[in-house]
Nanobody
Framework: QVQVVESGGGLVQPGGSLRLSCAASGRIFSIHAMGWYRQAPGKPRELVATITSGGSTNYADSVKGRFTISRDNAKNTVYLQMNSLKPEDTAVYYC?????????WGQGTQVTVSS
């Protein structure tokens, strides 16, 4: 099994930046992709960005050019650098690790963008 733990959320003003971290543990060698998703109040969970074991990345249109997903294999950690944050980015951000057809989710970290 794989476990993931998110960190790095918080309160930031519009236009500011935050970096989220997702640390994976367990059978990490079996992970073929990791991603960030978010869920705002009253809305369904949506994809933010993903990165495969080969380094390919994918972003939601709403965050392209503002967010960057990256990974540190030595630390078994995936990051989400979020710049030019907007109030509509406010949500609980979840990390996800894909192993075959299984998905491991973290508990989420709150990101609030407000003045």
């Amino acid at each position: 099994q794989v476990q993931v733990v998110e960190s790095g959320g918080g309160l930031v003003q519009p236009g500011g930046s935050l970096r989220l971290s997702c640390a994976a543990s367990g059978r990490i060698f079996s992970i073929h992709a990791m991603g960030w998703y978010r869920q705002a109040p009253g809305k369904p969970r949506e994809l933010v960005a993903t990165i495969t074991s080969g380094g390919s990345t994918n972003y939601a249109d709403s965050v392209k050019g503002r967010f960057t997903i990256s990974r540190d294999n030595a630390k078994n950690t995936v990051y989400l650098q979020m710049n030019s944050l907007k109030p509509e980015d406010t949500a609980v951000y979840y990390c996800n690790a894909a192993v075959g057809t299984s998905r491991s989710w973290g508990q989420g970290t709150q990101v609030t963008v407000s003045s």
